[in-house]
Structures are given as C-alpha cells and as structure tokens.
C-alpha cells in the first residue's frame, strides 16, 4: 500500500482516455454481438435426452461416477466435439444420461444414437453389458424464455435497489458512478463471450451475477475511501481527493483481485471443458470489475461534480485560477502567495501530499475572497458616510 500511497499517477486527469478505451471497445463488440450473436448452449435452446443401461453398475460411489462421465465426455469428443459438450449424468449406478443438442431430422438423431452406444460399449460393454438403448426424449430449454425474463426483472431490480441503497449511504452520483461501472462489466462480459463463441449455458446467470456483486463491492470500497478523505479534506477540490484515495485503495484492488484470480485460472485449465466457459466468464468479468471500479465508477464521481458546478453557475477554484490548481493537483509544485506555483524542494509529492495542499490552497483562496469582500464592503461603507462641511 506505501508504494501506491507514495505515488501520484494521474488516474482522474486520464479519465476521457479510459472512457474512450472502453467505450471503443464496447462498441466493436457489441457490433460483434449484432452480426453474430450468442453462442446459446443446451439449457436456453432445448434438446434430447438418452438413455443406455448397463446390466451391472459402473459406478458405486460419487467419485467413480466422476471418473466415468470424464472417461465417456473424452470418448465423446473424439468423434464429435459438439457431444463433448453434452451433459452427463450417472442414475442408479447403471444408467447413463446424455443430454445432447438439437438435430436436424431423425436420421441425424438416430446417427448420433448409434455413435453414443458405440462409445459406451467400447468402455464398459465387456465388463459391465451387455447394454441396452432405452430411447431418445426431446426436452425443452431449462434457461426458458420465462426464466429469461425473470433473470431479466430481477437484474433491474437490483440496480434499482443499489442505486438506492448507494445514494443513501453516500450520494446520487456515487450510486451512478457504480450503475455504470456495473453495465460496463456486463457488456464487455457478454461481448468477450461472443468473441471467444463460447457456449452458454445456465452456468451464465451465475456468473453475470457474481460478477456484479464483486464489481459493486469493489466500487464501495472506494467510495468508503473517498467520503473518509472528503471528511478529512474539506476544502480540497475533488479531484485530488478521489485520486488519492484510489491510490490509497489500489494495492487492495490488486490484491483481492490477484487472489480471485489465481484458483479461477487452476479451474480453467485443470477443471475440464464443462467448466472451462464458466471460469473464463468470471475471470474476464472479475478483471474487468476492477478495473471499472478504478477508471469508470469513481472517476465518473468527478465529473458530475464538475457538470454540477458548471450548471449550477459556481465556480470552483480550479476554474478560477487553472493554472495554479492543476500543477498543484498534478503534484508539480506548491502555490505560493501570487498565484505561482513553485517547484518543490524534494521528490515529486504523493497523492496524499497533494491532497492536503490542494486543501490548503482551496481553503487560502477562500480566505483571500472573504478579504476581498470585506474590503469592498468596507468601500462601500466609506462612500455612504455624510461628507463634513467646510
């Protein structure tokens, strides 16, 4: 944390140039998105079921019926990649499940039958058949369209609830700031799930949703930062203050981040291609979190207050005297009495440092307008005055 503490990056003066990156990005994928579309798996577009049932159990326990469903998931996939896919269930000990996609006619479904009871003899027929076709049943999409749209309501309602709750807790802006953040994650998430046509599953509903609440989450965070700061520094100008404090909650970020990270690439690569598409959704959608909580939901804060301060007809010191601030903000130098800034006598100062001096500074131009206005008031009262007589 000292390290980041003693830093003083320019995250809130590059605000416009992580907006336009993502922006850009958003863009080209959700144009992606239009022409290609989502990858739908089996749960959201229906499919069939098969049964084979062998004459003695293959699997007594939890972890053989693990060990056989990988042994007849890697079968599978050789001779078709989209049965590797598949999902696969052990029932009674002795049955097996197949949930497969749909198919063009019957003469298709009767291939892939075939091919299925082929792969099962040639791992268990000699030591547990002989083994019987029980048949194909069509089912219907487990993500339905009523699913959808409930999934749906109860995704606003919940940005609706945060956005309220926020607002409470701390200001409309900051729940705005998360709002936002909140959409940038889901649409690059969604838009790297075309790129990459990966197919969804149920499995995609969970992982949205949690990477919506570790994104939030990681947003509060900084938010609780930056309302202690303000608290502490209340004549600075926002801008010094929300960077500092993103400075202050940066090796957190990383370090929460990194930790979440690592147990979801194991799961990538060692958990099998069934949760490979899950891992890969809450890997990109946790990064992109972070980084939405550190480039788009708290520098947004800054500027609805600038927006708010220009509309409102107010203006700050900043505006007032630009040159001066901006060096101080940017940790240049130290405003002297005229206005100018000068060089500071050591190293560059950290965020926190230029936090406390854009206090300081904003709190002496405060001083310097109240001298002001008493000597025109004091003007004004020496015009009133009755002049004597000669």
Known sequence: MDFFRRSNWDIIGKTWTWYAISGTLIVLLMGLWAVRGLNYGIDFTGGAIVRYQLSHPVAASAADEVQVISKIRDALGKIDARLAKSSIQVAGGNTILIRTGEVANDEEAAKQDQAILQVIESLYGTTHGPIEALGRESVGPIVGAELRAAALRALIIGQLLILVYITIRYEFCFALGGILGLFHD?????????????????????????????????????????????????????????????????????????????????????????????????????????????????????????????????????????????????????????????????????????????????????????????????????????????
């Open 186 to 390: 889901l649409a690059l998430l969604t838009g790297f799930m075309v790129l990459f046509n990966v197919e969804l599953n149920s499995w995609f509903v969970a992982a949205i949703l949690t990477v919506l609440g570790y994104s939030i989450n990681d947003s509060v965070i900084i938010f609780d930062r930056i309302r202690e700061n303000r608290g502490r520094h209340r004549h600075a100008t926002l801008g010094p203050v929300v960077n500092a404090s993103l400075l202050e909650t940066m090796q957190r970020s990383i370090n929460t981040t990194a930790t979440t990270l690592f147990p979801l690439l194991a799961l990538f690569f060692l958990a099998g291609p069934v949760m490979q598409g899950f891992a890969l959704a809450l890997l990109l959608g946790i990064f992109f979190g972070a980084y939405s909580s550190i480039f788009i939901a708290a520098p947004f804060v800054v500027l609805w207050d600038r927006w708010t301060h220009k509309t409102a007809g107010v203006t700050s010191y900043a505006a007032a005297r630009p040159a001066a601030t901006t060096a101080a903000e940017a940790g240049n130098g130290v405003t002297v009495g005229n206005g100018e800034v000068e060089a500071p006598a050591g190293s560059r100062p950290s965020a926190v440092e230029t936090m406390r001096r854009a206090a300081e500074v904003a709190q002496e131009e405060k001083r310097q307008a109240r001298r002001e206005r008493r000597a025109k008031k004091r003007a004004k009262e020496q015009q009133r005055k009755p002049r004597k007589p000669r």
